[in-house]
């Protein structure tokens, strides 16, 4: 079967392109506002760029504002403005968590609390790492990317993102290196 891609509606187009780029990694990354407040965000489209130095890429799409401009959302802004973040690598376990933070709307701290998730102190950057996450790479970004369409209006940020500290938790280490899995292991187990 072919597509002509002119001919998609823009439901189709999304489904058809994640059905084809698979596997994406997922990236559920934290942010710290200017006034403090954290958002957590999870995102597929996420992947290396570079290894020296070490940068990751991070694209988040633009939702429609209320005078229906396109607008950043909340990691792309935090990040714009001069923050950092810390991406995670997400179990299977965290799929409900991971799920519940994509929604629309940043997670209250209600919210955060109901979903279990707390929190570790970064050691290079001011967004928080999310405890039991047995992965997370602590970065800034490098150089942020304003994509547009044809029409010349915004539909998305890329966010390259330099990688300053990378956490492993002991349990997905073997030989001293990040087990190829780390999203495998059980979540509740860890301490």
């Known amino acids: ?11 189709e187009k999304y489904t058809l392109l994640t059905d084809c780029v698979v596997p994406r990694p997922i990236a559920w990354v934290t942010t710290r506002a200017s006034a403090g ?14 290894t ?6 991070l694209s988040v799409n633009r939702r429609l ?23 995670h690598i997400p179990s299977h376990d965290h799929a409900p968590a991971v799920h519940a933070t994509g929604s629309s709307t940043p997670p ?50 890329l966010l390259l993102i330099e990688i300053s500290h990378i956490y492993a938790a002991d349990d997905v280490l073997h030989n001293g290196r990040v087990h190829p899995e780390p999203y495998a292991i059980n979540a509740n187990k860890r301490p």
Not at 52 to 57: A, H, Q, R, T, W
Not at 65 to 87: F, M, N, Y
Request: charged fraction near 20%; proline fraction near 6%; include cysteine.
């Open 37 to 50: 407040e954290i958002n957590i965000a999870p995102f597929s489209y996420f992947n290396i760029v570079s």
């Open 1 to 11: 079967m072919e597509w002509p891609v002119a001919a998609l509606s823009a439901a």
């Open 65 to 87: 504002g209320p005078d229906g401009r396109s607008e950043q959302k909340d990691t792309a802004l935090h990040l714009s403005q001069g923050g950092d973040c810390v991406i």
């Open 108 to 157: 209250s701290q209600e919210q955060i609390d109901s979903l279990g998730l707390q929190f570790a102190p970064a050691q290079t950057v001011k967004a928080p790492r999310i405890d039991n996450c047995a992965v997370a790479l602590e970065g800034r970004l490098l150089q942020a990317i304003a994509v547009a369409d044809r029409q010349q209006t915004v539909v998305s940020d």
């Open 52 to 57: 020296e130095p070490m940068i990751v890429s």
